[in-house]
């Protein structure tokens, strides 16, 4: 992403390698680790249609505008900002959604490079056999024991951040869409294999109704907020990167359609993830609440117990890794893009400027599973803090400013000029969504759940 008219021209052409690039932009750690965790610690199925409610109303009409910015200003979200806010006769403060983002990003990127480091770790331990047979007991005394030990972490962390380094670095966009595209079926199916799977061994009945039969006397005020949280997290938007995809949008191809098939596949990679892990976590008699480890305990003890577990074991953990990949360089794009164009640096260096930032936030969350452990900030971890902060309060903040400016401030013909909509229904719907629901709605969670801590 050079400049305007380089990325104009570099565009991708069709309209599978922008689904493709963005789908590998969404579904990451997100769906594998972080949705079921969340709907363990948050009662289950309230919580699950709660999240998919956001999705559709709330969510997917912000990361619709989020791509159409993108579209529209061609450059880093800084300014792309500046940009569409001049032409739509707005105040240049508009910029701050892309401050915001390049730094949520940043953020982000620093806990879930800690959280993808376990994933390449898991890799290992699988192959090595540690799981064989083994119990529930020995399969959480493992986590326990990674967490125990900051200096692995470390060099995790650091292994995929140098990965995401190279990518982000060279600009290998071309050949993130070409894996994308190669890697999603294959997730697709080990995912649906192994949710037989696990159905066969676990108790799948339980793990549907925990899933499917909501209860919402389970639902707490917070669990909503977390759960329009996870909507933003999990779409990847509020933190700059769809606008930096939506750089490279097609031309002439409908935004909507394209979000749309996204929005689909990310869900179903959450829902059956879900599927693959609960039935495990119930026959097992795992507290479903657990926690971050939810998944890197239950898997690995399926795994252990299955003929060549360790063998789909390491492949379904390298896939998590891939998945956390893609995402990572989405998280790393908007502020190096920003950095290298702001001060014409060589984009590389600009990376690795980023990359050094976030390797030293992220000693933050490796501490705070050990030497940090009882430190304790509103009662919350300091790694559940830096989650908290971000994923339920920065990235909603940026969904609510992108609906507010693109709902109220840009024009309609610009809007129709990029949306490439054919129904006009569509359009209608769209742009109500965004003025009447979006931005309200947030700011509603966000007083409701909010209110027992302020009072
Ligand atoms: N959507 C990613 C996931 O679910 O793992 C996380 C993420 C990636 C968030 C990129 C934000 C982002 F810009």
Redesign the pocket.
Known sequence: MNNHYESRRRGWRRSWSFVAATTG???????LW?FSYLAGENGGAAFVLAYLICIVVVAMPVMIAEVVLGSRGRSNPVSTMRDVSLEAGASSAWQVIGWLGCIA?LL?LSY?SVIAGWGFAYIGKLLGGEFVAASAQLSGDSFNSLLAAPELLVQWQALFLLIILLVVALGVRRGISAAARLLLPLLFIMLIALAIYSSQVGDFKAAAEFLFKPDFSALSQEALLVALGHAF?????G????MAYGAYVPDQRSITGMVSTVVLM?TLVSILAGLAIFPLVFSLNMAPAMGPGLMFVAMPYGFGNMIYGNYFGALFFLMVSL??IT??V??LEPATSWLAQQFRWWRPAAAVVMIIVVWLLGLVTIFSFNIWQHIEVFGMSVFNLLDFVTANLL?PIGGVLIALFVGWKMRKEVLRDELYVESPQIFWLWRWLLRYIAAPGVLVVFLWSLYPWLK
């Open positions: 932009a969404t579904i990451g750690l997100g769906n972080k990003g982000v879930y997290f999990t779409l990847s938007i933190v700059g990167a769809m990310d998945a956390a995402s990572g989405a998280l990235l």
